[in-house]
């Protein structure tokens, strides 16, 4: 699991931190810009954030996250007040955490936002209309037929389900599957969407996959 971390001003900082390495790998950045360029990829699983970022204030942080990406996303702040916790979960946060928070709390209520990102997954299981994803076995089923999926294939299955009804660039596509150090050349994922959209084609359910030309691709559910 990849955590993206963006460190603020709060005296909370560093306790969170130290609870998020027992939870994934963790990527630390400094400002919200920055924090807002690389959440938007859509290559981690996890997104925290202090409230007290600079170069970019958290409101405007969700607002434009929100408008790029699904990724789970836990704010933590130093300050009670109960006002502004509402105005950040209303604009898409999955969780306020307020500090002072005992490390098992704080470690309980990640987890749960996790779990709850999963369950888009209902019971571990993304539905839609013929098809069905499981996340728990990485198995799929297309009208009740198992579908062979190679390892990385099934991982760009899962990932255009996370961020159904999103645009994602191959850029993104490419960092999260193959990794922003591997040698591979980018052009490779457009030879594995290709073959997904063979393979979905067989079971008539390829209309859900569809290219943006000049820009990427999207699972439009809408389809």
């Known amino acids: 699991m990849k955590v993206l971390i963006c460190k603020g001003g709060s005296d909370a900082c560093e306790n969170v931190c130290s609870v998020m390495k027992d939870i994934g790998e963790c990527y630390v950045c400094e400002d919200g810009e920055d924090a807002l360029f690389r ?9 925290v954030t202090d409230i007290k970022i600079s170069k970019m204030n958290c409101i405007e942080f969700i607002t434009q996250l929100r408008k ?9 702040s130093d300050m009670d007040n109960s006002e502004l916790a509402a105005d950040i979960l209303e604009l898409g946060a999955d969780e306020y955490v307020h500090a002072p928070i005992s490390v098992r709390e704080l470690k309980a209520r990640v987890e749960a936002v996790l779990r709850r990102a999963n369950n888009l997954f209902k019971n571990n299981v993304y539905e839609l209309g013929n098809i069905k994803l499981d996340v728990k076995t990485k198995m799929l089923t297309v009208d009740g037929k198992y579908v062979k999926l190679s390892g990385k294939m099934y991982d760009i299955m899962e990932y255009f389900v996370r961020n159904r009804n ?12 193959w990794g922003e150090d591997c040698n591979t050349v980018l052009s ?7 073959n997904l959209r063979k393979i979905l084609k067989n079971y008539g359910a390829e209309k859900y996959l569809q290219t943006i030309k000049n820009v990427g691709y999207i699972w439009n559910e809408n389809a």
Not at 39 to 47: K, R, T
Not at 68 to 76: E, G, Q, T
Not at 166 to 177: A, G, P, S
């Open 188 to 194: 490779v994922t457009e030879v594995y969407v290709s």
């Open 166 to 177: 999103i645009v994602v660039n191959k850029e993104q596509l490419y960092n999260y599957v």
């Open 39 to 47: 959440a938007s990829s859509n290559v981690y699983d996890l997104v």
């Open 68 to 76: 790029r990406s699904n990724v789970p996303l836990v704010i933590f």
